[in-house]
T-cell receptor, first 109, second 116 residues
Framework: EDQVTQSPEALRLQEGESSSLNCSYT??????LFWYRQDPGKGPEFLFT???AGEEKEKERLKATLTKKESFLHITAPKPEDSATYLC??????????FGAGTTVTVRA | KAGVTQTPRYLIKTRGQQVTLSCSPI?????VSWYQQTPGQGLQFLFE???????NKGNFPGRFSGRQFSNSRSEMNVSTLELGDSALYLC???????????????FGNGTRLTVT
């Protein structure tokens, strides 16, 4: 069975304090790994897609990387507006997307 | 471009009743997926429709069903509601969904269903 585990569950950061979120997975054939951001009361918002080990994607203060067993979302010099829940999802061979439980990031000014 | 629209935003139902939720995808998107989000289980895949056909299905009981219309709009229905069905139901659209492309999903803001 496909499994996606995100850690930590919650992360409290001071503005400017860089950190990383982890997403480890076991899946029957990885078609793609996705990162989403979800704000309270809203649906997830797409951030990145990663397809193969070694791939990296960047967007503003966020950088996502992928290995054969895990992905990291690095937040560099975060701002309060980066506060959100970050969700990782894997798409296996059967295309049924499996989501992790998410990491809730709080950035204090 | 308008995003994914879900109606209604909030719904309160009683155990045993049935409910229908509606989703309008982004214009031009032909794949619509439905997810259930709860604090305990997170986001769980319900089903996916493409060109009016159910293309993929998650591990939910038959009380959960859906359909897609020719204009790509979709509805999901839950019959004989149980307390455990209380959740945020999210609809997502993508241009093609599954094979052969891994298009990212664009989510609506969900319908919050409360079963009492």
């Amino acid at each position: 069975e496909d499994q996606v585990t995100q850690s930590p569950e919650a992360l409290r950061l001071q503005e400017g304090e860089s950190s990383s979120l982890n997403c480890s997975y076991t899946v029957s054939g990885l078609r793609g790994l996705f990162w989403y951001r979800q704000d309270p009361g809203k649906g997830p918002e797409f951030l990145f897609t990663l397809y193969s080990a070694g791939e990296e994607k960047e967007k503003e203060r966020l950088k996502a990387t992928l290995t054969k067993k895990e992905s990291f979302l690095h937040i560099t010099a975060p701002k309060p507006e980066d506060s959100a829940t970050y969700l990782c999802a894997v798409q296996p061979n059967d295309y049924k997307l499996s989501f992790g439980a998410g990491t809730t990031v709080t950035v204090r000014a | 471009k308008a995003g994914v629209t879900q109606t209604p935003r909030y719904l309160i139902k009683t155990r045993g009743q049935q409910v229908t939720l509606s989703c309008s995808p982004i214009s031009g998107h032909r794949s619509v997926s439905w997810y259930q989000q709860t604090p305990g289980q997170g986001l769980q895949f319900l089903f996916e429709y493409f060109s009016e056909t159910q293309r993929n299905k998650g591990n939910f009981p038959g009380r959960f069903s859906g359909r897609q219309f020719s204009n790509s709009r979709s509805e999901m229905n839950v019959s004989t509601l149980e307390l455990g069905d209380s959740a945020l139901y999210l609809c997502a659209s993508s241009p093609t969904g599954g094979p052969p492309y891994n298009s990212p999903l664009h989510f609506g803001n969900g319908t919050r269903l409360t079963v009492t």
